[in-house]
């Protein structure tokens, strides 16, 4: 079954600690589940403290691999490809993969435009995810903030 959605976020004026809180909100307030993938342990530590201290007048419900009841975490965050929060929302960091995309009814794949590594990787996931057969968008960051679909 092919993924639903695939959604390229391009980060060329915020950094993934500036703009992936913005989307979990809309994530949580559509009342879905999210599972984001991150390449190491260190990636994962710093998301958990952004989305715990990015606006203290918001909370984001979430918690990261190693806890001790990730089945109820609205965000999970982890390194690994297991589908521990039932989550219909993936998203995808800094070049990860993942080869359980299909599992899931959207993906957010977030790339920071200013490596050129990632843009890479991301080019290379974009020719893969095609294959894929599901509805892709391309996002850039437009100039005031915000997301304008460019594909």
């Excluded at 994962?44 to 201290?53: G, I, Y």
């Excluded at 020719?127 to 437009?142: A, D, I, T």
Aim: proline residues 5%.
């Amino acid at each position: 079954m092919p993924v639903a959605d695939i959604r390229f976020y391009h980060l060329q004026r915020q950094t993934l600690e500036e703009a992936l809180p913005k989307l979990m909100e809309r994530v949580v307030d559509a009342g879905l589940c999210a599972h984001i993938k991150v390449p190491d342990r260190g990636m994962m530590e710093t998301l958990n403290k952004v989305l715990w201290d990015y606006d203290p007048a918001s909370f984001l419900p979430h918690d990261m691999e190693g806890c001790e009841h990730p089945e109820e975490q609205m965000i999970y965050l982890s390194t690994g490809d297991e589908k521990l929060n039932g989550a219909s929302v993936l998203v995808l960091v800094d070049a990860v993969a993942s080869p359980n995309v299909a599992d899931y009814d959207r993906c957010l794949y977030m790339f920071d435009g200013r490596n050129e590594d990632i843009v890479a990787a991301a080019r290379e996931a974009w020719k893969g995810f095609k294959e894929l057969g599901g509805e892709m968008s391309y996002w850039q960051q437009r100039e005031m903030g915000g997301w304008e679909q460019k594909a």
